[in-house]
């Protein structure tokens, strides 16, 4: 019986910054198919998608060799988690119903073979950012999101999908920020503090950053930042007593 557990993130599928988008999801597939037949778990640590809105009626165009591949790997028994980030903020029960994925809109604990995994996309972690915290209250704020519902659907994609590209041609133009150290990297900072009050954490496994990063933190803690699937094409594997990094 399949035993291994995969941790994948920020493929920002569909973004208008980038010109891969297809060659992107097919190989994001091609992963998902070499580990089939070995997944118990995959678990998608947020901005899967560059952007995302749900409607009542209406889900973004593209995207359906993804869906399909999600719902086909559900169907087959495999658990796949998805954990929102700061780009697919806005899934609703669209994945759930549709696609039998499990949802996570906050962070979560998750106990594998009697290993204790933190698991979250990271965004808002750690970070002092005042104006970050403000945006990301108003998109999680349920008034706004259902005044951004009321527009035309053809409008509120359109500008969801703009802000979404400015927001990623901003990083590609700047350059992602290299690993800063400890002190400086919130992510890092935020596990040794939640590590003060809780020390059962095996692994924290995050998003958000687009750098790849495997640090100790104890002797039984590791902290991991999975770079992304737009040029690293990173994943972790734990095969129920150790956990790996590789590229695919």
Known sequence: ????????????????????????????IDFLDSVRDKAKAIYMLGDMFDFWYEFKYVVPKGYTRFLGKLSELTD?????????????IWCFSYL???????????????????????LAHGDGMGDPSR???????????????????????????YLGMRWAKHSMKGHLDSGIVPYQGESNEHLVQ???????NDD????FIFGHRHIELDLML????????????ISQK???????????VDNF
Request: hydrophobic residues 40%; proline residues 2%.
């Open 1 to 28: 019986m399949p035993e291994n557990v995969y941790f994948i993130t920020d493929a920002h599928l569909g973004s208008w910054a980038l010109d891969n988008n297809r060659e992107r999801e097919k190989l994001l």
């Open 76 to 88: 087959s028994g495999i658990e796949i988690h998805y954990f929102t980030g700061n780009h697919d």
């Open 96 to 118: 759930q119903e549709e696609c039998g994925v499990i949802l996570h809109k906050e962070p979560a604990i998750i106990d594998i073979n009697g290993k204790k995994f933190y």
């Open 131 to 157: 104006s970050f915290r403000i945006l990301r209250s108003i998109f999680k704020n349920r008034f706004c999101q259902f005044c951004f519902s009321l527009l035309p659907t053809r409008w509120s994609i």
């Open 190 to 196: 935020y596990a040794k503090q939640y590590l003060k």
């Open 200 to 203: 059962s954490i095996n692994y």
């Open 218 to 229: 104890s002797r039984e803690s590791r902290v991991l930042i999975l770079g992304d699937w």
């Open 234 to 244: 990173t994943f972790a594997e734990f095969n129920g007593d150790r956990l790996v």
